[in-house]
């Protein structure tokens, strides 16, 4: 059991998504103005991670080992279309949690997080077990970092800036900011 | 304009006035992820260049055969093609390189600043058009890369492309070739290239009261 925890510390916390591998950008900085929808988008995000964990380990398990160079090209066509079907699956099972992910999800489908996600899983060789707790780590510590995000900047748009910095660059600053924070976890736990 | 002037600017353009990096903000995780020396940055730009070339002459000398209800996943499958081709060609070629760059080679498939010029030009346009915007944008995406890796190999470990500058006494701050550095080079440059266009802006825009007056 240790071993799945490590995997999901190390996932959330100490190799942070966003903060120190800077996977999933784009979403940070575009959809953290308000915390509510970044805490929703994190959410959306930790299902698709969770989606694409499945897939990969399946494709890498029985097709993949007979076709390694068409590896990239069919992680993304089966995550995208998986993705796809399992938000018509909520659509018609949850409308309430089809309305608070919903908009996400065909963002996020392709992001390099997503992607990223199924690439490492593969090169680390994790088990089922272990990339679905990856994926749970991974997600949390996107939705962290989205969430911190949000609430700095929202703090931030009272607060008179000199206006080149004003906007992305500002944005920039505290992201650096945040990951030499998250940097102060990196010695909280030596291995994989 | 006649077509040589078009050419001309279309290529030029994303050089500097529509910069993919600093100006448009796209393709920012490579763009962070692997400048932590000037030469990663070489690197993972000529082989984004390559994708992103590769992929505009076939979306664009195929644009009308594509439909346009299955042309994302189309741009996607051709972009995922050269990306599989890069990602060995730099495994076989330069191992080490391919080993410092790992998952984001790959990860190129998902760069957004690619999928962009297909959907917003190369789909679009007619051929040369299309090479030029695709190569002026290559070459802008690298510059920024070479740039930004340029000044975290400088500040963080006293070096510029592997050959070291200061000498023995220099303290390397070490900051700046770990993940923080990557996002605060990018926010001060990005500070610098608002501050030069603001004062640009101020100096037009008295030139023009004078003439004015």
């Known amino acids: ?192 | 304009m006649d077509a040589q002037d078009k050419l001309y600017s279309e290529t030029i353009k994303g050089f500097w006035r529509e910069n993919p990096v600093f100006v448009q903000l796209l393709g920012l995780c490579p763009a962070l992820a692997v400048t932590n020396s000037a030469i990663n940055g070489l690197a993972m730009g000529g082989a984004t260049a390559f994708v992103l070339l590769g992929s505009s002459i076939l979306v664009s000398l195929f644009r009308n055969l594509i439909p346009k209800q299955v042309r994302i996943t189309s741009f996607i499958i051709i972009i995922a093609t050269f990306v599989t081709v890069a990602d060995l060609s730099l495994q076989a070629l330069l191992p080490t390189v391919h080993k410092e760059l790992g998952a984001f080679i790959a990860l190129i498939v998902v760069n957004c600043l690619i999928l962009g010029r297909q959907e917003a030009f190369a789909s679009r346009n007619r051929f040369p058009y299309a090479v030029g915007d695709a190569a002026g944008m290559a070459v802008g995406f690298t510059f920024a890369l070479v740039l930004v890796g340029g000044i975290r190999e400088i500040l963080g470990n006293g070096s510029l492309f592997g050959l070291s500058l200061f000498g023995e006494s220099f303290e390397p701050w070490v900051i700046m070739i770990l993940p923080p550095g990557g996002f605060l080079t990018l926010g001060v440059l990005l500070i610098i290239f608002a501050q030069v266009k603001k004062s640009r802006e101020k100096r037009s825009a008295l030139e023009a009261g004078k003439e004015a007056a």
């Open chain 1, 1 to 192: 059991m240790g071993d799945f925890f490590w995997i999901f510390i190390s996932a959330a916390i100490i190799n942070n998504f966003t903060l120190s591998y800077f996977l999933g950008l784009c979403p940070f900085f575009g959809v953290s103005k308000k915390i509510d929808t970044a805490f929703r988008l994190g959410l959306a995000n930790i299902f698709v991670l969770l989606i694409t964990s499945v897939c990969a380990w399946f494709l890498n398990t029985y097709v993949l080992p007979h076709a390694e160079y068409l590896r990239l090209m069919t992680f993304i066509v089966v995550i995208a279309s998986s993705v796809q079907f399992v938000e018509m699956a909520i659509k018609k099972l949850s409308p309430a949690l089809f309305r608070a992910l919903g908009l996400f999800l065909p963002l996020i489908t392709t992001n390099c997080a997503i992607l990223g996600l199924a690439l490492f899983q593969t090169n680390r060789g994790y088990t089922f077990a272990q990339g679905i707790f990856y994926a749970l780590g991974a997600g949390v510590g996107l939705t962290l970092a989205l969430v911190l995000m949000a609430g700095i900047r929202e703090e931030s748009e009272l607060s008179e800036v000199p206006d080149v910095i004003q906007g992305a660059a500002m944005s920039f600053l505290i992201a650096g900011i945040l990951s030499m924070a998250f940097m102060g976890f990196a010695g909280l736990f030596s291995g994989t």
